[in-house]
């Protein structure tokens, strides 16, 4: 008997084995070890765990065979599998391709050891086949996204007319990025879905069976079916998809989504393809401004996939830390419990966020938090596993060039030409967070980059988009 093993990370309503006439079961492994190597999220576990359980009904829906461990055998994936190969007398196991480094490789050699023949499927959850954009960052080594992007709209040709760029532009980014106005703009909430049977049994087990676990689970907010994901891709473009481009940089004191579409958790985990989100994208026509389709675009085919092949490209990223930084992230960060006074107001803000929702935007997550753990010290390792515990989209693939690389310039300026750090001004600038400019001059936030930048003068004095700010804490600090 043939089976093909469904990972976690690969919900698709349309997996590949269902084209293969060879397979015979399906097989899921919920591995109670694998949910407890990071104090997860619980929003995290119960997606997981639930968008598996509804892929395995779809599929007994339709009549296919299906096979699992559940999460109170208390297995771990290898375990499970076995278990499952075992007794259901396996002599071929098929899998898609894993994102992540080393999945396959384990996968593989748990077929040699028990004598199993097995298949690849290519991995769906990007539109650039991985030999594509392997061959392009093999050849364009040094290459900025800008450049991946150009290729890559050319290449599929969305937003083209022919060989131009649509408005005769690649990039419309000096249209985009406004703080809000001062008299606030309406956000439009995102869709309440109702939690079925599945879901609010796995609630009920991830708080059981979880109870340290950040966050709350009966508080969990996210899809778990294609079917409720093009609910939420559909209602992000009706509803914030028009001034994505223009608040894509803004921040807010009291509002944690702003216009950003919310689909990170489901487009990592197979519920939403890329080629369904660029198509009900540009299919909204003329009603969206260019700036920000363009900018919604480029963030979905561009940067998703251009990190993607950064994080193929280069396998010691991961273990990267440029500034040699030793702190590691104290257990409040995780608990979020007795967070110290003195922590500043959007650290605090959108620390509370993350224990509430799993989920911080892109600024939030690069200029609030990103910042404050690299100019506060933090061992770029100990930064990532707590992206990771705490992320509703959190996986290897991405964290490690956005983290290590774009985040905490661990990689010394591979991915980003610069550190992302700032002091107060920039935050009070998209986010009002201060009650005035003053108070955000001289806030902690504004000493911690001062320090940093002195701290770290040596390596930084190098880059020439840094100079201006050096002059300045020089002349500060009366050098
Ligand atoms: C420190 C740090 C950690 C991050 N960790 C993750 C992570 O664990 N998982 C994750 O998917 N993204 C991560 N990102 C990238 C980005 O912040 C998130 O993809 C985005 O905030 C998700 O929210 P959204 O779906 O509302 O995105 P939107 O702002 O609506 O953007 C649309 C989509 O574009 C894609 N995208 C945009 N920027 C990136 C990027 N830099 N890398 C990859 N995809 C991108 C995402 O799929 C996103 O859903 C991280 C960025 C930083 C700076």
């Known amino acids: 008997m043939k089976a093909v093993l469904i990972l976690a990370t690969q919900v698709f309503e349309h997996h590949p084995a269902l084209d293969d006439p060879d397979i015979d079961v399906v097989f899921f492994v919920e591995s109670d070890a694998a949910f407890r190597r990071h104090r997860y999220h619980a929003h995290k576990i119960v997606l997981l765990l639930s968008a ?24 771990g994936f290898l375990a499970g599998l076995r278990a499952l190969v075992q007794e259901h007398d396996v002599d071929g196991l098929a899998w898609m391709s894993a994102t992540d480094r080393g999945v396959d490789v384990r996968l593989q050699r748990f077929c040699d050891s028990e ?5 690849v499927y290519p991995d769906e959850l990007f539109l650039t086949p991985a030999p594509d954009v392997d061959e392009w960052f093999g050849s364009h080594a040094g290459a900025r ?3 991946f992007y150009r290729w890559q709209r050319r290449r599929t040709g969305i937003l083209m007319h022919g060989a131009q760029p649509a408005g ?64 939420w891709l559909t209602d992000f473009v009706q509803h914030r998809l028009e001034l994505f481009g223009r608040y894509e940089d803004a921040m807010a004191a009291d509002e944690p989504f702003l216009f950003h579409s919310l689909i990170s958790p489901l487009l990592n985990i197979g519920l939403l393809r890329v080629d369904e989100v660029v198509e009900a994208a540009v299919a909204a026509g003329d009603r969206i401004p260019l700036a920000s389709l363009e900018g919604f675009i480029r963030q979905v085919i561009g940067w998703r996939e251009y990190m993607r092949g950064a994080y193929r490209a280069m396998s010691h990223l991961r273990e990267a830390n440029h500034f040699a930084l030793t702190r590691q992230l104290e ?9 110290p006074d003195d922590l500043p107001l959007p650290v605090r803000t959108v620390l509370a966020r993350v224990h509430r929702w799993g989920y911080a935007h892109h600024i939030e ?3 609030v938090l990103g910042s404050w753990f690299l100019m506060q010290g933090y061992d770029p390792r ?29 990689d010394g300026g591979v991915v980003a030409t610069k550190p992302y750090i700032s002091g107060g001004a920039y935050l ?38 840094l100079a201006v700010p050096l002059a300045q804490m020089r002349k500060l600090r009366g050098r």
Do not use: C
């Not at 004598?115 to 298949?119: A, E, M, N, Q, T």
């Not at 508080?219 to 778990?224: A, D, E, G, N």
């Open 115 to 119: 004598g199993l023949r097995s298949r």
């Open 145 to 147: 996204m800008e450049d």
């Open 428 to 465: 009070q600038r998209m986010g009002s967070w201060w009650p005035t400019a003053r108070e955000a001059k001289e806030s902690e936030f504004t000493s911690a980059y001062w320090d940093f930048l002195d701290q770290h003068e040596d390596l930084l004095a190098g880059n020439h988009r």
């Open 168 to 231: 005769k532009r690649w990039n419309f980014d000096a249209d985009n990025r406004e703080p809000l106005p001062k008299g606030g703009v309406d956000v439009p909430p995102h869709p309440e879905l109702a939690h079925d049977d599945i879901t609010r049994t796995v609630i009920a087990e991830v708080a059981e069976r979880f109870p340290d676990a950040p966050g709350d689970p009966a508080q969990f907010w996210l899809p778990v079916t294609p079917s409720d994901a093009q609910v």
């Open 382 to 410: 100990s930064v990532y596993d707590w992206f990771l515990a705490l992320f509703v989209d959190a996986y290897e693939w991405v964290m490690v060039p956005n983290v290590q690389g774009m985040s905490q310039f661990a």
């Open 331 to 339: 257990p409040w960060w995780y608990s979020g419990r007795d967070v």
């Open 52 to 75: 598996m359980r509804h892929a395995a009904a779809r599929l007994e829906d339709r009549g296919i065979r299906v096979e699992r461990i559940t999460l109170d055998r208390g297995l």
């Open 365 to 367: 997550r690069l200029m």
